[in-house]
């Protein structure tokens, strides 16, 4: 009796010990983790950062509140931070922010609170930023012991960061005060980085009082302060600081000196990152334009040229990578809470009631589920599209600007006539982008109150067409068929193809009357376009660009159109009402 007693004893010894061997490597792998993911996060390699998050969030178990489920939702939130993905980041940081008063840790929410604070920053919440910071340094203040060894925020980084908010507000008496802060805790942290950073902020603002040769003193420190091979990007920074502030001093001695050490740095460091390059090569660049020298501009801005080509696929890829994972990670989110409440509906019910509460919740879930991830597909597709649409055409647009701007600049005085050709260039360019945005950001609002009404706009862009052609133009548009007009999609194939069917008639009708009727009937989206000119032969003309891009949009919207040309022109469309009000779409 006694053997098998002290038997069972020794099995259940031998169990827990297993288990807490299990524990322990659980715990160190999500550590290691952790450490590549900061490691490539400091090198700029957030894809490959993402791909570590995705490894903890595997392992980690999301339903239960932990340290390790907070610095993977901060984590999160830092990646997105600085991928320019503002919202996601913000959102990220709230889920961390719960977390952290759930556990009550005066570090995380001090942590959360900085995050916050960054975020509304850079998103031109200087209150709402402000507010946070203020909150994460109070926190600060209150916690004394019990520090997570994954924390990144410090007092200097919440100091400097309140810094640089009364520093944007142009609050400059503050911004030194809370620089000079940052420059006391980090000295007592032995940050060395955190030292250089504050100094630098403290130069940005004499340079913005113009007191330039105590903005040089501070840069100067900053410099000092720093080691050039495990901190290049912020010497390289700093170089391009101590060039603009010598500049201002008429220094070209030490300018020069500045600039070559910065572009030696660039040369000969592998690790900088894309943004710290760009900011010093822009200040290069000023340097140069202001000097006119056309040779090292030009060299500037060969460099900016090439940083941006090289790194344009590559950032596409690592964001695709973030959203991409940013979407698994919701399913499983959803997953889980589904799987939650199947669990709980197991417990309440009995056998007869489960089976009917499972086979009910499965069919809703799976429904609901469904439906959301249409919608969320849809919504998807239409902003990657916008994306790729903004992308294309104001990228391509601004290159052109800044090609234009440089042909204009060199040839300023030995082809006054080029110069000018290329200041019309710019002048037509940039009406077009104005223009391009401003009716991708009409289709996008909808019908709500603050936005302008169809009539609105097309009323608006005919009077300016039309009115120096002589053309009289009418447009009836019932009321219905105008709050039908939902679908993002729809409401902009339907405003290009109105403009291109009026340009058409601007051009080539010589006309003097032209009408637009839009109705609805037997659920088809109807519009007229009329003219009373000497109309075309569309045997030959109807696969011209102008009309072949308005029967493209037509099909995009299942749409028929057709052409009728005698004495005068007319087209008629006919769209589905549930394409044309398909708020997915």
């Known amino acids: ?129 402000t507010v946070s910071l203020h909150k994460s340094l109070s926190y600060l203040e209150q916690a004394k012991s019990g520090q997570p060894s994954l924390l990144i925020t410090m007092p200097h980084h919440v100091l400097s960061n309140i810094a640089e908010v009364f520093y944007k507000q142009q609050h400059y008496d503050s911004a030194v005060y809370y620089y000079r802060q940052s420059i006391i805790k980090a000295k007592t942290a032995n940050n060395s980085r955190g030292i250089a950073v504050a100094y630098s902020g403290l130069g940005d603002v004499y340079f913005a009082r113009q007191k330039y ?11 000092a302060n720093i080691n050039h091979t495990e901190h290049a990007d912020v010497a390289l920074v700093l170089h391009g600081l101590l060039a603009k502030s010598h500049h201002a001093l008429h220094n070209k001695h030490m300018m020069q000196h500045q600039l070559d050490s910065g572009f030696a740095l660039l040369r000969n460091s592998s690790s900088i990152n894309r943004f710290f390059a ?36 590559d950032y596409r890829n690592k964001l695709h990578t973030i959203i991409e994972t940013g979407i698994i990670n919701e399913k499983k989110v959803n997953e889980m809470a589904l799987s939650n409440e199947r669990q709980l509906k197991e417990l309440a019910n009995t056998r007869f009631m489960f089976a009917l509460a499972v086979i009910a919740i499965f069919i809703i879930g799976f429904l609901v589920y469904r439906y959301y991830q249409k919608q969320k597909n849809a919504v998807n597709h239409v902003r990657q599209k916008l994306s790729r649409d903004l992308h294309d055409d104001i990228g391509a647009s601004l290159s052109s600007l800044h090609i234009y701007a440089n042909i204009a600049e060199n040839t300023i005085h030995t082809n006054p ?73 729809a409401r902009k194939n339907i405003l290009l193809i109105i403009k291109e069917a009026l340009n058409n008639i601007a051009k080539h009708s010589n006309a003097n009357t032209c009408d637009v009727n839009i109705f609805t009937k037997n659920k088809q989206w109807i519009m007229d376009i009329a003219d009373n000119g000497n109309g075309f032969n569309t045997a030959l003309n109807y696969h011209g660009n102008g009309l072949k891009n308005i029967a493209n949009r037509a099909k995009e919207l299942n749409g028929i159109m057709k052409i009728t040309c005698n004495n005068n022109c007319s087209i008629h469309f006919q769209f589905p009402v549930t394409v044309i009000s398909d708020t997915r779409t």
């Open 213 to 223: 040769n105590a903005a040089l003193q501070n840069y100067n420190q900053a410099l």
């Open 278 to 313: 760009l900011l010093f090569l822009n200040d290069a660049y000023k340097i140069f334009k202001s000097d006119n020298n056309k040779n090292k501009l030009l060299a500037a801005t060969e460099m900016i040229l090439a940083f941006e080509k090289e790194s344009e696929l």
């Open 417 to 489: 006539e080029k110069a000018l050709e290329m200041l019309g260039k710019i002048n037509s360019r940039s009406r077009d982008i104005m223009e391009n945005m401003s009716d991708i950001v009409w289709s996008m609002r909808n019908n709500d109150l603050d936005n302008t009404p169809l009539d609105t706009k097309i009323k608006n862009y005919a009077a300016e067409l039309l009115h120096e052609k002589n053309i009289e133009f009418e447009l009836h548009i019932t009321s219905d068929a105008a709050q039908l007009l939902e679908s993002i999609h």
């Open 1 to 129: 009796m006694h053997l098998v007693k002290w038997s069972f004893v020794a099995l259940l010894i031998f169990l827990t010990h297993i288990v807490s061997a299990q524990h322990a490597d659980k715990s160190r792998y999500v550590q290691q983790c952790f450490a590549r993911t900061d490691d490539y996060m400091n090198f700029g390699k957030y894809d490959s950062a993402q791909i570590w998050l995705n490894r903890i969030r595997e392992v980690v178990p999301l339903n239960k509140y932990s340290e390790n489920k907070y610095f993977l939702h901060i984590r999160q939130a830092e990646i997105y931070y600085y991928n320019n993905l503002h919202l996601l980041g913000l959102n990220e940081t709230n889920s961390a922010l719960n977390v952290a008063e759930i556990l009550g840790n005066k570090y995380l929410l001090a942590d959360s609170y900085n995050f916050l604070g960054l975020f509304y920053a850079n998103m031109d919440s200087l209150n709402k930023a």
